[in-house]
């Protein structure tokens, strides 16, 4: 009973308020994943889990940080940053909890229902912030600002999206809950201002239909041409019912950026970003410099007086980040941490999970890449934390193998369509 208590309370605060409350919505997972990893560590429950072999890369990976930031300066002030990928570790707890707990796989709809749910309670408080407290730029009420609340209602509805591959869900709420979840996610973010995050709304769109779509689809014209233009003609809708103006001032951006010309206080602050992050590396190029030096690194630069005005910086980028960071040694990490679910894949394609296992080991690498171009998203505790928590969720609920409750889409669509000619 108190496990499947604690599993409502994490599957709750982790995809049902984390738009409106922020990071503080990603304690509560954190704090049952370390519950779970010292219960099953200390009752050797852990034997009964078989760890995926990128799980095993994420554990190594989040203790090399540990180590490469102490190679840097064997301080607590430097060493303290390599929690920052502590989740990785967290989701082994994840991960147990759900290959050794009863719950079916039928739970995993109730997961990704509860995602949309939050969704729906975002749009809503991002209507409410906007439009009855007047403010411009919506954000949650503790623990971070609008661009995380943006990025965070991004995953929050490619999470969803998953529903799409789902069988028992009927095809009627299968579209109903993708073109919620899509809705819900764009009026966030448009309410947000966050122009980063607009750059991910092809993903958003594409990738779901993409791996939901019969495997016939893959080799039709047009097929193609049909999800094509379906995305254009949403991206156009955004466009001309924009009411905050922020496309606009997104086109306006990139022009600048592209020409280097006329770029507003924004966006030329991003750009400098850019050329101290990239002269650091030049510099410090194998281990970096640590994660507690940004500072420090922008004196004698154009962003020094920038930097100096709080207590916190960062380059807004995560590969600028770890390229300041940790050199040519934290980019792999990084890039590990984001691609080793894809380059060590160990799921055969007859498992009845194959399609969600591989959709999410493809979509998530590149969705995070692009979020995390304008900001910091790996690092970040609630984006890191769903990140390496999500993945424990799905490959522990789909190893349980308790029937084909999810199963490949080509096989569902000739099911539900007939055979083909």
């Not at 999470?159 to 869900?169: A, G, H, N, R, V």
């Amino acid at each position: 009973m108190f496990h499947n208590s604690l599993s409502v309370i994490f599957i709750f605060s982790m995809f049902g308020l984390p738009i409106v409350f922020g990071s503080l919505a990603g304690v509560v997972p954190l704090i049952c994943g370390l519950i779970w990893l010292v219960f099953y560590l200390t009752t050797c429950q852990w034997r009964k889990v078989n760890l995926p072999t990128f799980q095993k890369i994420w554990l190594l990976v989040a203790i090399c940080f540990f180590v490469q930031f102490a190679a840097v300066d064997f301080s607590w002030n430097s060493v303290q940053y390599g929690f920052n990928t502590m989740a990785y570790i967290l989701a082994i707890g994840v991960l147990s909890n759900f290959v050794v707990s009863r719950e079916s796989t039928n739970f995993y709809i109730v997961i990704a229902f509860v995602a949309l749910t939050g969704l729906l309670i975002g749009s809503g408080w991002a209507i409410y912030e906007h439009h009855f407290l007047g403010k411009y730029r919506i954000a949650p009420i503790a623990g971070g600002g609008p661009n995380l609340i943006a990025r965070i209602a991004v995953i929050l509805a490619i999470f969803s999206s998953t529903m799409l591959l789902l069988k028992k869900i009927s095809l009627r709420f299968r579209i109903i809950s993708y073109a919620l979840g899509c809705g819900a996610s764009i009026l966030i973010v448009l309410y947000s201002g966050s122009r980063g995050a607009i750059l991910s709304f092809p993903i958003l769109l594409l990738a779901p239909l993409l791996f939901a779509l019969p495997k016939k689809w893959a080799f039709s014209f047009s097929g193609w041409l049909a999800v094509f233009t379906f995305v254009i003609l949403v991206l156009t809708c955004v466009a001309l019912f924009d009411q905050t103006g922020f496309i606009d001032s997104l086109n306006v951006r990139l022009i600048s950026v592209i020409s280097g010309e006329n770029m507003d206080a924004s966006t030329l602050i991003r750009y400098q970003m850019w050329q101290v992050a990239f002269q650091s590396f030049l510099e410090h190029p194998i281990i970096g410099t640590g994660w507690h030096s940004f500072i420090a690194v922008t004196e004698g630069t154009m962003l020094e007086s920038f930097a100096a005005k709080g207590q916190y910086f960062n380059f807004h980028s995560d590969i600028a980040n770890f390229a300041v960071a940790g050199g040519i040694v934290g980019l792999t990490l990084y890039f590990l941490l984001l691609f080793a679910p894809l380059l060590l894949w160990d799921t055969p394609k007859d498992h009845p999970y194959f399609r969600v296992r591989f959709y999410w080991a493809v979509t998530m690498p590149i969705l995070y890449l692009v979020l995390g171009l304008t900001d910091m998203v790996m690092g970040f505790d609630y984006p890191t934390m769903f990140y390496a928590f999500s993945f424990a969720i799905i490959w522990g609920l789909t190893e349980q193998k308790k029937g084909l409750d999810i199963e490949d889409v080509a096989q569902v669509s000739a099911d539900e369509t007939g055979p083909s000619k």
